[in-house]
């Protein structure tokens, strides 16, 4: 799950899913960020927007070579389904990797993976919502990076 999720996007992670999952809009999708941040979860946490989250003062963008950042659309998401026996619904999407990835820029390291909604992902980073920021702490070596954010899934939404 989650390291923690942002405020803004707290309970909104299956209406997400499902309106990517479902093309809807058709430019829709999830945008995974890697950060290299000092910032407590309690500050990030309150804000609105990834351009936000980038222009606080303890946390950039990695910009690394070969990084990029990864976009999941309909193609990638399935709809949520409840699971009725445990009284949730638990969102997932596959494993991903950012390939051949160097520490050579400025920010030569990552902790942490930040998971936004974007209506429109050619869209401005001030338009993007973050959902969840999840620890992964990684020095990129010009290999793979496999992020698996956690083998339940990205989210759980309990019923209660």
Same mark, same amino acid.
């Given at each position: 799950?989650?390291?923690?999720?942002?405020?803004?996007?707290?309970?909104?992670?299956?209406?997400?899913?499902?309106?990517?999952?479902?093309? &809807?809009?058709? *430019?829709?999708?999830? $945008? %995974?960020?890697?950060? @290299? +941040?000092? /910032?407590? #979860?309690? !500050?990030?946490? &309150?804000?609105? *927007?990834?351009?936000? $989250? %980038?222009?606080?003062? @303890? +946390?950039? /963008?990695? #910009?690394? !070579?070969?990084?990029?950042?990864?976009?999941?659309?309909?193609?990638?998401?399935?709809?949520? +389904?409840?699971?009725?026996?445990?009284?949730?619904?638990?969102?997932?999407?596959?494993?991903?990797?950012?390939?051949?990835?160097?520490?050579?820029?400025?920010?030569?390291?990552?902790?942490?993976?930040?998971?936004?909604?974007?209506?429109?992902?050619?869209?401005?980073?001030?338009?993007?919502?973050?959902?969840?920021?999840?620890?992964?702490?990684?020095?990129?070596?010009?290999?793979?990076?496999?992020?698996?954010?956690?083998?339940?899934?990205?989210?759980?939404?309990?019923?209660?």
């Amino acid at each position: 799950m989650a390291n923690f999720k942002f405020v803004t996007g707290a309970g909104r992670f299956r209406e997400f899913n499902d309106r990517v999952a479902n093309n &809807d809009p058709s *430019t829709s999708g999830l $945008v %995974l960020v890697a950060i @290299n +941040t000092s /910032e407590t #979860d309690a !500050t990030l946490q &309150d804000l609105n *927007t990834l351009a936000a $989250v %980038l222009a606080n003062g @303890n +946390t950039d /963008e990695f #910009d690394g !070579t070969g990084y990029a950042r990864i976009v999941l659309d309909d193609t990638d998401l399935t709809a949520s +389904t409840e699971d009725d026996v445990n009284n949730r619904v638990d969102l997932d999407f596959a494993d991903q990797v950012f390939s051949s990835v160097s520490a050579d820029g400025s920010v030569a390291s990552i902790t942490d993976i930040v998971l936004c909604y974007a209506p429109n992902t050619g869209g401005a980073d001030s338009t993007f919502i973050p959902l969840g920021c999840y620890d992964f702490v990684v020095t990129p070596n010009g290999g793979n990076i496999n992020l698996q954010v956690n083998a339940q899934g990205y989210a759980t939404c309990p019923a209660t």
